[in-house]
């Protein structure tokens, strides 16, 4: 039994173990491979995901061909494309295993018959929509408050888990920094 997702659940409300045995079946477990790709941009956007073990990042390709990284998701975090998957569309984004990686995926009918089944869910996925929406307003206050600077070591300091496992790149993509710039930034705090 994917342990994680029980305990996650149960962080925001209750659920029993024979309730959470009965959603399991809605869900299908995915392994990924490093640098593996879950999502394409250009696909319909069906499946929401929940990372049990590895890492994900969420990302565009810019005019220029510069990808371009929106989100990042560890274990017990969800990811999808949020908007392309309530209107079920068309994304704009890939998803790709940054390692290896370990997911229940549900698809958005299962999810949809799992919310008609086990009601008590909605709040379950208000509050996760709630401080993914949360954390994606901080982002916006780093890229319009802080220097590219204050930006990368905030956010080193405050996620020491992504600065860990995230190579520097994709952290740099993220903060809309580039690869070459955050060596000069890391250089400089060393020296």
Not at 75 to 103: C, G, R, Y
Not at 153 to 180: C, D, K, M, N
């Amino acid at each position: 039994m994917p342990k994680q997702l029980f305990h996650h659940l149960n962080k925001f409300i209750s659920v029993s173990e024979d309730e959470f045995y009965n959603m399991l079946p809605y869900f299908e477990q995915v392994c990924l491979k490093k640098k593996e790709i879950l999502v394409s941009a250009g696909s319909l956007c069906t499946h929401h995901h929940f990372v049990l073990e590895g890492c994900l990042h969420l990302y565009f390709i810019t005019d220029k061909g510069v990808e371009r990284t929106v989100q990042f998701a560890i274990e017990n975090w969800w990811m999808t494309d949020n908007l392309a998957f309530h209107n079920q569309t068309i994304t704009d984004f890939s998803i790709q295993a940054v390692e290896p990686t370990k997911l229940l995926s549900i698809s958005y009918e299962k999810q949809e018959q799992l919310l008609q089944e086990f009601p008590q869910l909605e709040k379950y996925l208000r509050s996760i929509y709630q401080i993914s929406y949360g954390a994606s307003l901080v982002k916006m206050r780093y890229l319009l408050d802080f220097s590219k600077e204050e930006m990368y070591f905030h956010f080193t300091e405050q996620f020491p888990e992504f600065a860990q496992r995230v190579p520097q790149y994709l952290i740099a993509s993220f903060l809309g920094l580039t690869p070459e710039y955050v060596s000069e930034i890391r250089a400089k705090k060393r020296s």
